[in-house]
């Protein structure tokens, strides 16, 4: 589902154009590119950027572009952050938070009569919104079709989350009194925080979750969590179960404690076979395997904890922050096979987002101790004209400035893939990067895409052979 579409029309479109203007390299930005990269007519494009320029001073006091008869330029408040004020203002004037609002307080959708003595909509308005309301929900619950609650609370929570919205604190809720929250970050809290703001909306509602929404076994309840709920201790273990299982997949858990004894009796024979069709998948990349049998065991804890409650909860990925070219880029061997992993693993479990799932198994192979990322490293040399104290300064500046999976030292060696230096070496058959001292951006930049290059030579030599 594309979660701008929550948006009005008018606003969405600003959204995008706000978009196109932020990723265009250029200072300036011919109106004619926009126009065709939009496919829309000019008077279309002037009018999205005279109101959309009236929002960025609305919102931080200051216009967001200059725009003159055929090009626009952005001004320093043009950026990411601004965006992301842009779209939680506009959430929070949509039709669509009203009904989810009210879906939230009275249970139900709303009826006609209700909306229009609250909000004063007239009828055909109301029906519209109702039609693209169920519509967006239809399309969202398609992906996943677990029951009709879950799905309804993830749609809801998968809206705010996207939009950066919450509407209001739990005042009542002290997250610290709980042991595995005391030290979660502030995008966790928020997270936790907004679960909880809807878990209680529906059950003040009278709206349960179901026995089928949960995939944990019932040993993880922990009977402190929502103690503010008046409901049975029955229907409380549900509702505690539900938001444990989403604690530990969006995060604010550590998913990488759970074992398979953690999952229903139903869902072991999964975890089992889940953990090894990762492990056939990563076994040519395992060196030594022996002295990583610990942390093997834990990765396929993880990952398979993973792909067992993607099935069950579903957190949109969100396409202004997640960027997986970059693994292609960095790591091609690993990103090859992980591509494959996930592959392999759609063809037996429902996996909702592919990509989500890709990002989850690579960032945790890339941070676990075992050395899975040997086959993407270049292998660095440093020698500048100005001697060992100089070479010292530029391997410091580069081991604090650059984590792109590079080996660096000052000796050459046969196995050096990439010689950085400030003066040219005619005899040496060997990639070179020439610098100033200090290194500019530019040289920063040429040095990046240099090692992209030998990446992606070396991964393509290896396919070959």
């Known amino acids: 589902m594309e979660f701008l579409n929550v948006l009005n029309d008018f606003e969405r479109d ?72 842009m779209k939680k203002y506009y959430f929070e004037l949509s039709p669509m938070r009203v009904l989810m609002i009210e879906v939230l307080d009275e249970g139900n959708f709303p009826s006609f009569q209700k909306i229009e003595v609250k909000y ?5 308005f109301f029906y519209q919104q109702k039609n693209k309301y169920d519509k967006l929900y239809e399309e969202f619950s398609n992906v996943r079709q677990v029951d009709e609650e879950s799905d309804l609370r993830y749609f809801i929570y998968n809206s705010f989350a996207f939009f950066g919205a919450f509407p209001a604190k739990l005042e009542h809720l002290n997250m610290r009194n709980n042991k595995n929250l005391q030290s979660i970050s502030n995008t966790q809290k928020f997270k936790a925080e907004l679960m909880l703001w809807i878990v209680e909306k529906r059950v003040l509602s009278k709206k349960i979750i179901s026995e089928e929404s949960l995939v944990i076994s019932n040993e993880l309840v922990d009977s402190s969590l929502l103690t503010f709920l008046p409901i049975t201790k029955k229907k409380l273990q ?14 604010i858990m550590n998913v990488g404690e759970l074992t398979a004894a953690a999952f ?25 395997k022996n002295n990583y049998q610990d942390e093997v065991t834990k990765l396929c804890n993880e990952i398979s904890s993973q792909v067992i409650l993607d099935r069950i909860c579903f957190i949109q990925t969100d396409q202004f922050s997640l960027n997986i070219q970059y693994f292609g880029d960095v790591y091609p061997f690993l990103n090859n096979r992980v591509s494959r992993i996930v592959d392999e693993l759609e063809q037996h479990w429902m996996i909702p987002d592919k990509k989500r799932a890709y990002f989850n198994i690579i960032t945790s192979m890339l941070t676990s101790e075992i050395p899975f990322s040997l086959k993407d490293r270049v292998i660095l040399c440093i020698d500048f004209s100005g001697g060992s104290y100089v070479n010292s300064y530029i391997l410091s500046l580069f081991k604090s400035y650059v984590n792109i999976n590079v080996d660096v030292s000052n000796v ?13 070496i005619e005899y040496q058959l060997i990639n070179q990067v020439i610098w100033l001292k200090p290194p500019t951006p530019l040289d920063w930049a040429e040095l990046g895409e240099k090692i992209v290059e030998i990446k992606q030579r070396k991964y393509q030599s290896g396919k070959t052979k």
């Open 238 to 251: 549900r509702e505690t179960l539900f938001v444990i299982q989403f604690y530990y997949y969006a995060g």
């Open 264 to 288: 229903k009796k139903e869902e072991r024979e999964n975890f089992s076979e889940i953990m090894q069709t990762f492990l056939n998948g990563i076994e040519e990349l395992l060196r030594e």
């Open 120 to 124: 004063s909509w007239p009828k055909t």
């Open 412 to 424: 050459l060696t046969s196995e050096t893939d990439l010689y950085l230096s400030d003066q040219y």
């Open 14 to 85: 600003k959204i995008n154009l706000f978009t196109r203007i932020l990723d265009n390299p250029n200072r300036e930005i011919e109106l004619r590119n926009l126009q065709e990269s939009m496919s829309m007519s000019r008077y279309k494009v002037a009018n999205l950027l005279e109101s959309l320029n009236y929002d960025i001073k609305l919102l931080t006091e200051y216009s967001g572009m200059t725009i003159n008869a055929h090009t626009v330029i952005p001004a320093k408040n043009f950026s990411r952050h601004t965006l992301s004020m």
